[in-house]
Structures are given as structure tokens and as C-alpha cells.
């Protein structure tokens, strides 16, 4: 089980943290690559952002890129999305989801869990 929070109603130009958990189910949270993906009204589920196993490789989608900084802590279970300068266009559900594999996928069909989503909105 994953669960996304940390969403909220922002002003454009402010910040947010998005976490990601996984609860106890006796997988091994190390062993999973996660991504974040968004939905805004109307539109597909797309690809935000994502991190291999380790931590060590990290992949933007370029709407992102320089705003947005995926990070993680297995030891707490834990991915973090940390999103800066927000704006109007990032308003959407944000979804965490995780596969068993070593790297992340830019392709939410090649994702296995998924979290509930969290809402983020940004008003300008």
C-alpha cells in the first residue's frame, strides 16, 4: 500500500512537499522504483517525476525540471516530492506509484501499486 499526502491549496510561486509512504505489507520498500504522476481535469494520468531503488538515479519530466526535486528514504519508508515555484498549470491529483524494479519508468502501465492521489492546487 502507498499513500500520497501533502497537498494542498497554494499560491503561485510557493512551495509544497509531497510524501509518499508505504505501509508495512511485508515487501521490502528498497526494492521498488517510484514515480510520481499527476491528473488534471480532463486530462491523462502523466509522468512527473521518478527515482530508482537506491535513490541514486532520478528522472524530470521537463515541465518540472528545475522546480521539482524527487528524493527518498527507505529507511523511513518514504519518497518525497518537493515542488517549487509553483504554477496555475501544476494544479492536478498528484499519484505516487512503485514497481519491482531497479529503475523508475516514465510509463504509468509499468507500475504495479498506486497511491490513493493527493490534490494539489495553485491558484495564480
Known amino acids: 500500500q502507498l499513500q500520497a499526502s501533502g497537498g494542498g491549496l497554494v499560491q503561485a510561486g510557493d512551495s509544497l512537499r509531497l510524501s509518499c509512504r508505504a505501509s508495512a505489507s511485508g515487501r521490502t520498500f528498497s526494492n521498488y522504483a517510484v514515480g510520481w504522476f499527476r491528473q488534471a481535469p480532463g486530462k491523462e494520468r502523466e509522468f512527473v517525476a521518478g527515482?530508482?531503488?537506491?535513490?541514486?538515479?532520478?528522472g524530470y519530466s521537463d515541465f518540472v525540471k528545475g522546480r521539482f526535486t524527487i528524493s527518498r528514504v527507505n529507511a523511513e519508508n518514504t519518497v518525497y516530492l518537493q515542488m517549487n515555484s509553483l504554477k496555475a498549470e501544476d494544479t492536478a491529483v498528484y499519484y505516487c506509484?512503485?514497481?519491482?524494479?531497479?529503475?523508475?519508468?516514465?510509463?504509468?502501465?509499468?507500475?504495479?501499486?498506486w497511491g490513493q492521489g493527493t490534490q494539489v492546487t495553485v491558484s495564480s
Open positions: 527515482i530508482g531503488r537506491r535513490g541514486d538515479i532520478t
Open positions: 506509484a512503485g514497481r519491482r524494479y531497479m529503475w523508475y519508468s516514465r510509463e504509468r502501465n509499468e507500475y504495479d501499486y
